[in-house]
């Protein structure tokens, strides 16, 4: 409990820092010269060079363990932006986040290996995925007002600058607190060859199909990302409404997320109706105007609020023993592609078509391909459930 506590802590700073990024960087990059097509590049190559990042990480935290790779991933994110601060055109900007995308493509694989780690028990590998939820949300709500706060205080050099420290400092803490190994854990081991005379089972196949929920869910945010500030305006006022909505969106997130007892729903159960709902509230923003964009958030964050733990779910009983690392890694590959193509797409057809149309429409068809609740490994943690539950 003692190392969860700690990681939560980290996540907090880490995920704050992160956060306070999101209402800054469409209005900075517009000052810098940036158009709206240039903007979706800049933030869809953050997430591309997330790939071999993720595939890296996959192997290395599964060999070496969580430690390293969290200390490389903050203090070289942190010194990534205090290079940010300086940025005087446009392609400095692109190749920044690119260099940030493939450092920070270290940490979610890592933590999540982490957590899952700390216990063999489904349902406690559950509330330790919401805990990390909880925390990330928490750092969500308020760190996007914060940001545009410390803008509108410190300009545009000076937030990067803070933010920069800030990673860095997490970085070193994380450095002296996290251990190096955790003895005793049935997940969390160094993947090991086969010794002769005792073959291991064949890992199960793992079916592409349900990688294309992440990336589907992941293309939806790049476009909210997009096209929030965007729509927003410029200017201070501008990047303070993205704040206080950004922030109401996490509100929404925190709510459901401090829902315990919906971890004892199954998975498949909790992201149907997840999906559904974030696709209705996209809908509602291309298509009903008059209806508050506050208040769409917020339900759109609560259905996020049960959509990531339940994933988180879904995807350690997809993993096993010693694979942990590679299945959180594959799943953070998927979300990479898809927060790449939301915000490339978003910027290419915006003028033909609403960004929230195009996210109401990749939720649905994330929907539609999600495997029925009777298959496969849906099924068997249904049943892990259930036997915890009698």
């Given at each position: 409990?003692?190392?969860?506590?700690?990681?939560?802590?980290?996540?907090?700073?880490?995920?704050?820092?992160?956060?306070?990024?999101?209402?800054?960087?469409?209005?900075?990059?517009?000052?810098?010269?940036?158009?709206?097509?240039?903007?979706?590049?800049?933030?869809?190559?953050?997430?591309?060079?997330?790939?071999?990042?993720?595939?890296?990480?996959?192997?290395?935290?599964?060999?070496?363990?969580?430690?390293?790779?969290?200390?490389?991933?903050?203090?070289?994110?942190?010194?990534?932006?205090?290079?940010?601060?300086?940025?005087?055109?446009?392609?400095?900007?692109?190749?920044?986040?690119?260099?940030?995308?493939?450092?920070?493509?270290?940490?979610?694989?890592?933590?999540?290996?982490?957590?899952?780690?700390?216990?063999?028990?489904?349902?406690?590998?559950?509330?330790?995925?919401?805990?990390?939820?909880?925390?990330?949300?928490?750092?969500?709500?308020?760190?996007?007002?914060?940001?545009?706060?410390?803008?509108?205080?410190?300009?545009?050099?000076?937030?990067?600058?803070?933010?920069?420290?800030?990673?860095?400092?997490?970085?070193?803490?994380?450095?002296?607190?996290?251990?190096?190994?955790?003895?005793?854990?049935?997940?969390?081991?160094?993947?090991?060859?086969?010794?002769?005379?005792?073959?291991?089972?064949?890992?199960?196949?793992?079916s592409k199909r349900y990688?294309?929920?992440?990336?589907?869910v992941s293309c939806s945010?790049?476009?909210?990302?997009?096209?929030?500030?965007?729509?927003?305006?410029?200017?201070?006022?501008?990047?303070?409404?993205?704040?206080?909505?950004?922030?109401?969106?996490?509100?929404?997130?925190?709510?459901?997320?401090?829902?315990?007892?919906?971890?004892?729903?199954?998975?498949?159960?909790?992201?149907?109706?997840?999906?559904?709902?974030?696709?209705?509230?996209?809908?509602?923003?291309?298509?009903?105007?008059?209806?508050?964009?506050?208040?769409?958030?917020f339900i759109l964050g609560?259905?996020?609020?049960?959509?990531?733990?339940?994933?988180?779910?879904?995807?350690?009983?997809?993993?096993?023993?010693?694979?942990?690392?590679?299945?959180?890694?594959?799943?953070?590959?998927?979300?990479?592609?898809?927060?790449?193509?939301?915000?490339?797409?978003?910027?290419?057809?915006?003028?033909?078509?609403?960004?929230?149309?195009?996210?109401?429409?990749?939720?649905?068809?994330?929907?539609?391909?999600?495997?029925?609740?009777?298959?496969?490994?849906?099924?068997?943690?249904?049943?892990?459930?259930?036997?915890?539950?009698?």
């Open positions: 409990m003692k190392t969860a506590l700690w990681l939560y802590l980290f996540l907090f700073l880490a995920f704050f820092d992160l956060h306070a990024q999101y209402p800054i960087l469409t209005p900075f990059a517009i000052s810098l010269g940036a158009g709206p097509a240039f903007i979706g590049w800049m933030m869809g190559m953050y997430s591309l060079t997330h790939l071999p990042g993720n595939l890296l990480a996959g192997v290395l935290v599964d060999r070496n363990g969580s430690r390293r790779y969290i200390v490389f991933a903050l203090t070289a994110a942190g010194i990534i932006l205090l290079l940010q601060a300086h940025a005087q055109l446009p392609w400095h900007l692109l190749l920044l986040r690119a260099a940030s995308g493939f450092a920070l493509a270290f940490l979610s694989p890592a933590c999540m290996t982490l957590l899952a780690s700390l216990s063999s028990d489904t349902v406690t590998q559950g509330k330790y995925m919401s805990g990390h939820g909880i925390i990330h949300t928490l750092a969500s709500v308020v760190s996007p007002a914060a940001g545009a706060f410390i803008v509108a205080k410190a300009g545009y050099s000076g937030t990067f600058s803070t933010l920069g420290w800030l990673l860095i400092f997490t970085g070193v803490m994380a450095f002296f607190s996290v251990p190096r190994h955790l003895p005793g854990t049935a997940l969390y081991k160094p993947v090991k060859p086969e010794q002769p005379g005792k073959p291991e089972a064949p890992a199960k196949p793992v990688y294309l929920l992440p990336f589907f945010q790049g476009v909210l990302f997009f096209e929030l500030p965007l729509s927003q305006g410029g200017g201070g006022s501008g990047i303070i409404s993205t704040g206080i909505l950004l922030s109401l969106l996490s509100l929404g997130a925190l709510l459901t997320l401090s829902l315990f007892f919906l971890n004892r729903l199954a998975p498949g159960i909790r992201i149907a109706c997840a999906l559904l709902g974030m696709a209705v509230c996209f809908f509602a923003l291309a298509a009903f105007r008059s209806i508050p964009a506050g208040m769409i958030l609560a259905a996020k609020g049960v959509l990531f733990p339940a994933m988180a779910s879904l995807f350690i009983s997809l993993g096993g023993a010693g694979r942990m690392g590679r299945t959180f890694s594959l799943q953070s590959i998927a979300m990479s592609l898809g927060a790449f193509a939301g915000p490339v797409a978003a910027g290419q057809l915006r003028d033909y078509v609403s960004p929230y149309f195009i996210a109401f429409l990749l939720l649905m068809t994330a929907l539609l391909l999600l495997p029925p609740a009777s298959s496969g490994r849906l099924a068997s943690y249904r049943s892990d459930l259930n036997s915890h539950a009698a």
